[in-house]
Structure formats: structure tokens, C-alpha cells
């Protein structure tokens, strides 16, 4: 449906910042509904913050409440994840995703797209 590139992973402390950029191209690139997951090593991947094709309706894990955060330049056809306060247990592989529905589900399969990840890792 849509192809996607990550951008902006590393390793940074406890403490520091990251900002994830998901790149989209194809037909209609803007007019997705956008995710992002994170899957760490043994565990499910899981959705940590999300947001509508134009915007309005935005979703956060509990976890990345508060120090994430999720948007949109549907002029650039690229989402963002600004991560802030980032602590160890924040690493993991992050992927952006798309959701050709109206407004992004909450579950993998509800998406289209996937990027091919992007590792941030922080440590203590």
C-alpha cells in the first residue's frame, strides 16, 4: 500500500532524547492512519502511540504517556516520534506502521505498511 522508512534511532542514556521520523512514498502516502510499535527481544510487538490521517485523534501506551509524543506533516508525508526521558526499558526495535482505515487501530493487524525498524537502545 505504502512504503515506509524509519529514521533516528541510536544509543542514548537514560535520561536523553530521540526523535523517530517514518518517511512515506506511493500512491496517496498522506492519507494513512499511523502507528508506532516497538517489539524488545522475547516480547510482543506492541503499539505505542498512533495517530489519524489528519491528526485529530492521537493514542498513547501508558507508558509513553507523558514523554512521547506523536504527529504528523502530511505536506512532508512523515510521522514522528519525539521521545523524551527515554529509560531502559524503552529499548527496542520501533517501527512506524499504516493503517488504511479512517482512524489507526490499536492492534498489528489492523495495519497495512511497516517500516523495517529502527533500534534505539538506552542505557543506564
Known amino acids: 500500500q505504502v512504503q515506509l522508512v524509519e529514521s533516528g534511532g541510536g544509543l542514548v542514556q537514560a535520561g536523553g532524547s530521540l526523535r523517530l521520523s517514518c518517511a512515506a512514498s506511493?500512491?496517496?502516502?498522506?492519507?494513512?492512519?499511523m502507528g508506532w510499535f516497538r517489539q524488545a527481544p522475547g516480547k510482543e510487538r506492541e503499539l505505542v502511540a498512533s495517530?489519524?490521517?489528519?491528526?485529530?485523534?492521537?493514542y498513547y501506551a501508558e507508558s509513553a504517556k507523558g514523554r512521547f509524543t506523536i504527529s504528523r506533516d502530511n505536506a512532508k508525508n512523515t510521522v514522528y516520534l519525539q521521545m523524551n526521558s527515554l529509560k531502559p526499558e524503552d529499548t527496542a526495535s520501533y517501527y512506524c506502521a499504516a493503517d488504511g482505515a479512517i482512524e489507526a487501530g490499536l492492534r498489528v493487524a489492523d495495519y497495512d505498511s511497516w517500516g523495517q525498524g529502527t533500534q534505539v537502545t538506552v542505557s543506564s
Open positions: 495517530i489519524s490521517w489528519l491528526g485529530g485523534r492521537i
Open positions: 506511493g500512491r496517496a502516502a498522506s492519507r494513512y492512519s
